[in-house]
C-alpha cells in the first residue's frame, strides 16, 4: 500500500460472478442499446478476463462503425430518451436511444489508482484503465488515463503504454496525454497506477516513475476497463482476452 494512503475500492475479481455493487456492465449503453454494449467477460482463478468473440456485435455502428467493446464502468449518466445528454458525447449527432437509470458506484475524487494486468499484441485490439468525468456537466469530461495499449505497439521486451490527462469538452485542462516506450513485455502482468492530487498527475510502471503532469480534473471520475477491437489486417484468433488480476483505489489519509 502506498504510504498516506487507505484502501476504499478493491476488486480481486474472486469467485465466478461479477460484482454489480461495483461494476456496470453496459458501456455508454445510452448511445447504443444494452444489448449490444453489454460487456463480454468471464470471472474464476482469481482473475477477469474482459473478452471480444468472434460473433461480438459492434457496440454503436451507427456513429462507431465496426468498433466492438467490451467495458466495465463505476458510474452512469445520461439523459432521457431523444435528447443529446449522455457521458462522453464522442461525436456530433449523438441521440439518447434507451433512457438508463443513473448510478454512481465509485466516483472518486483524488487518491491513488493502480491495476495490475496483462494486455495482447494483436494489432487489432486496444486495452486500457481510465478515469472520466461523470460529465452532469459538459465541463465535467476531463480523463486519467491510467493506462492505455494498442496490441500493434506491444513488442518481446518493450511496448508503448498510453498514460496522462486528456480534457474531452474541459476548457480548464489542455491535452498531457502521451505514450511513452518502456522496457516491458505487455503481455505478462505489470501494475500501472496514477496518483491524482489537485495541482497534477502521476505516473507510475510497477512502481517506478515514468511521468508527472501538472494539472488535474477538479471534480469526481469514474473508472472505465475496457478491451476495443478495430477491424483490420493481423487479427488473431478469438478470443481476444483483456486478463485483469485486480483494480484498487485508494484515498488519502487526513492527516
Known amino acids: ?36 454494449t453489454e460487456a463480454r467477460y468471464t470471472i474464476g482463478g482469481g482473475a477477469l478476463r474482459l473478452r471480444i ?32 445528454v449522455g457521458q462522453l458525447p464522442f461525436t456530433d449527432g449523438l441521440v439518447v436511444r434507451e ?68 480534457p474531452f469538452t474541459d476548457p480548464a485542462l489542455d491535452d498531457g496525454f502521451s505514450a511513452e516506450r518502456l522496457p516491458i513485455d505487455a503481455r505478462e502482468f505489470h501494475v500501472y497506477a496514477a496518483e491524482w492530487m489537485p495541482d497534477r498527475v502521476d505516473f507510475f510502471v510497477d512502481g517506478e516513475h515514468v511521468k508527472t503532469v501538472h494539472q488535474a480534473p477538479a471534480y469526481p471520475l469514474q473508472f472505465m476497463l475496457a478491451i476495443y477491437e478495430f477491424r483490420g489486417p493481423g487479427s488473431g484468433p478469438y478470443p481476444k482476452e483483456f486478463v485483469v488480476d485486480y483494480v484498487r483505489g485508494y484515498r488519502r489519509v487526513a492527516e
Open 1 to 36: 500500500m502506498k504510504p498516506g494512503y487507505e484502501l476504499e475500492f478493491e476488486d480481486t475479481f474472486e469467485g465466478d460472478e461479477l460484482d454489480t455493487s461495483r461494476w456496470l456492465r453496459h458501456y455508454l449503453p445510452h448511445w447504443g442499446t444494452r444489448a449490444r
Open 53 to 84: 468473440d468472434e460473433d461480438t456485435e459492434p457496440w454503436c455502428p451507427e456513429f462507431d462503425g465496426d468498433v466492438r467493446a467490451s467495458v466495465l464502468q463505476t458510474g452512469q449518466f445520461s439523459g432521457p430518451a431523444g435528447s443529446s
Open 99 to 166: 433512457e438508463q437509470e443513473n448510478a454512481r458506484l465509485y466516483t472518486p475524487h483524488h487518491g491513488y489508482f493502480e491495476i495490475r494486468s496483462r494486455a495482447l499484441d494483436d494489432p487489432t485490439n486496444m486495452v486500457a484503465l481510465w478515469m472520466m468525468g461523470y460529465n452532469d456537466t459538459p465541463e465535467r469530461s476531463g480523463e486519467i488515463l491510467i493506462m492505455e495499449i494498442f496490441g500493434r505497439d506491444v513488442g518481446r521486451g518493450h511496448a508503448r503504454v498510453g498514460m496522462g490527462v486528456r
